[in-house]
């Protein structure tokens, strides 16, 4: 099977600071890549280069067989990018929208599908409203709608479900996964876990390094994370107060409450016992060691890069 | 995959699909529909009529070294005659200067010394009309009409003995010097002029706003992965533009027309067509801007630089020929000024398409470099 996306030593820099960094990625075709990693970890500047609208600094790659930096126009024809802010024209009408979008690409019976997608959306009846009015939700589904028309090879999706309500979240992970079977093949980005868990593979990326890559599971594994749920051993003991206790505590990286409970774990298993051996001993919380989530591993990774440059 | 899957090459379809956008965008934007048609109207009222290409009732003042009745009788003529009001008496030389250079008044008489008795003895003696002629289409007229009176004024007076100047040349010889402003523009000179004026500032403005406002909006971010390329984007944005002019064009003749008389002596079809070279010129320099400006005031400001050398130095504002040499020199790299010289040409003069064909030349060659670069500096990135 060959890869849809195949890139190599991807370096993206901006007045001298380095966004991007030596970002090799391969996905072959037909899976679903997760694309993770906190804000301002360099995504969307990824997902830009990978469709030509920025050109890296180093590294080379290709999309779809084709060479990122000399045939972005052959790419562009074959790509489905939807952008993480909405990009369709809020002064054109939901059917004027995708109707451009038919015509830039050429597609023939332009009519017939154009009103085929508004079906598909149920807009049916609002074809004519402004692409400016619609709720934020809407918005995104639309703009998938716009990017999927020409039936692209290859989909970019920035943060595709962001504002989108459970339902139309679960139909869009369906039809998703559908269009995977046929040989699409999708790179979506997410901050949300439950999603990361329905793709085949993650990438998870912090201040532009490529830090894990892999299955779900493989992720987890290879954080090599131990971790304890706790849980209150009678109505006056408070979780609050123990993660309070808990933080900063050297060989502890990660405390979390989860609902009543609270996740506490370290990279380092020994450090870690140690470090809560005197917790341990309190009778006031019940202590249960149990597999890491992904969101134990992702919150553990978090910290360990500086608040301040990861931001914007 | 052969060339043309790959889209390498212009695509026609594509630069429909940009166009008919672009038309659906601009009927939306009601404001800026509105500002295209009433920009022109305004400025062509305003200055139309701030121009009035007839007017009356113009200060003068009158410096009268002779009071003898000759003088006196012929500064009657001249207020009769609806064009000269006297609004000042002045007795010394300094005063000449002081009322003409502070706009006080539009013309200063001189009645010489022993004027009256140089006309008796038919020596003709001098006559002398100083006006402020910074707006020849002020002046003109009036000055028109001097020379006229000089013939009569004195009809009156010239009796008995002195009945026999009133045949041959004036009693008098009328000396008139324009100050200010050698060069007299033609009353109707400045509602075709007015027509350039419009079309520079509204095309380029309007394309200047067109490539920003995609960029400002985010929508260029998906207008970059489309398969669009440079030429069909600009093209695209341009065309409807082309629409617009047109209708500016069509109104600022039509008003020209019949709210001020100005007459129309060549043919219109040859303007329309020399035009559109015009037009394409200016939507060129706009998107050049856009591709500029960072957000959508820059790309006004820019616009508004443009516009004001163009305005000044085109000949719009000044007399061309009465501009310094290095003035002239970058009047001749504006558009402006070769389309003026078209839209006087062909409206007031009767010029035929051989006449213009050198300004359209020129406009031709601006029009070419500017979309080179334009097309140069439109980036197919986002860095
Ligand atoms: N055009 C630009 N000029 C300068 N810096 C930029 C530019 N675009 C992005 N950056 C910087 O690059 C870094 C990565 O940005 P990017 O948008 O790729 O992050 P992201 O992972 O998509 O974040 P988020 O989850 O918030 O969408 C940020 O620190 C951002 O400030
Ligand atoms: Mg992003």
Redesign the pocket.
Known sequence: MSAAIEVQGLT?R??G?T??DHLSLTVPQGRILGFL????????????MLCGL?TPDEGEGRCLGLDIRTQSHAIKRQIGYMT?RFSLYEDLSIRENLDFSARVHGLPERKARVEAAIERLGLTARRHQLAGELSGGWKQRLALAACLLHQPRLLLL??PTAGVDPKARREFWEQIHAMAAEGLTVLV?T?YMDEAERCHAIAY?AQ?KLLATGSVEEVIRGAGLTTFSVAPAHGGAETGLLARRLRGVPGIELVAPFGALLHVGGGDREALLAALEPFRREADFLWREDAPTLEDVFIQWMPAQSPG???? | MNRALNGQRFSWQRLRAMMFKEFIQMRRDRLTFAMMVGIPMMQLILFGFAINSDPRNLPTAVFDRDHGPFGRALVAHMVASGYFRVVEEIQEDAQIEAGLALGRVQFVVSIPEGFSREVARGRRPELLIEADATDPAATSNALGTVSVLAWHALDRELRGPLAGLRSGPPPFELKMHRRYNQEGITQYNVVPGLMGVVLTMTMVIMTALAVTRERERGTMESLLVTPLRPIEVMLGKIFPYVVVGYIQMTLILVAARVIFGVPVVGNIGVLMVASVVFIMANLAVGFTFSTLARNQLQAMQMGFFYFLPNILLSGFMFPFRGMPEWAQRVGELLPLTHFLRIVRGVMLKGNGPEEILGEVGALGVFMLVVSVVALKRYRQT??
């Open positions: 993206k901006f007045q600071r966004v991007v990693g906190p804000n301002g970890s360099g995504k969307t500047t990824t997902i830009r920025l993480q920035d943060e980005t901050h990326i532009g440059e990861s931001r914007p | 986002l860095d």
